[in-house]
């Protein structure tokens, strides 16, 4: 089984980070290919942000068909071009926050989502309605920290994101938490240690589902909406 793993952004310690994730999470037989675009922002932050992404992320998943990838991760909280994505792709094609949302909604009754920018929270508020999952969401909070932060100080980040938890627990009675940026994956167990509760990271929850489905034989529907795009 073959992922292939995107990071729409062009900053490489965040796929790094990511590629360890997932490689972790990852059965010894799935091998995971991790990679990013060099001209992209960044870091995603905002709807501008995406539309640059998106079609070199399209790109590297048109190449990826032709190595013969058997599924995708788009590895961005904000799901950029999710829909597109699996229009070009044969297998299944997961976005982080949507592969979160359906593990928590799962797991618990009542969750809330941890993310980075204030701004960030209207765009991810509007992806759990379009998943289905407003009921089950009480919150979509922020610790207004720019993703490219997060490594600059992992303490700090980890013990702002506790207290944000904490809040979480008490304010919204969410009994699971989800990180909302990729740039986080990596501190979910000290996470889910320090705060008690089960704390779901997009990128293991995605690369879990991918195998899930490959292994099931389920691909891309093309008989509608996610057909390949028309040759023009």
Known sequence: M???LINPNSTQSMTDQAER??????????????????????SIEGHADEAMAVPSMLKLIREGETKGFDAYVVACFDDPGLDAAREVAGGPVFGICQ??????????????IVTTLPRS???IEDLVQEYGATHHCRRVRSIDMPVLALEENACHTEDTL??????????DHAEAI????????????RLEQRCGLPVIDGV???????EAYVSAGY??????AYDYPRMK
């Not at 994730?21 to 960044?42: F, H, K, M, Q």
């Not at 506790?162 to 304010?171: D, P």
């Open 21 to 42: 994730s997932a490689r972790s999470a990852a059965l010894p037989t799935t091998v995971i290919e991790a990679i990013n675009p060099t001209d992209t922002p960044r």
């Open 219 to 224: 691909r891309t529907s093309k008989a509608g």
């Open 99 to 112: 592969a979160a949302v359906q593990v928590a909604m799962t797991i618990s009754k009542r969750f809330s």
């Open 204 to 210: 293991t929850a995605a690369v879990k589902l991918a």
């Open 162 to 171: 506790v207290q944000e938890i904490e809040r979480a627990k008490r304010e």
């Open 2 to 4: 073959r992922i292939l």
């Open 178 to 189: 989800v990180l909302g940026c990729a740039g986080m994956s990596e501190l979910c167990e």
């Open 121 to 123: 929270v209207p765009i």
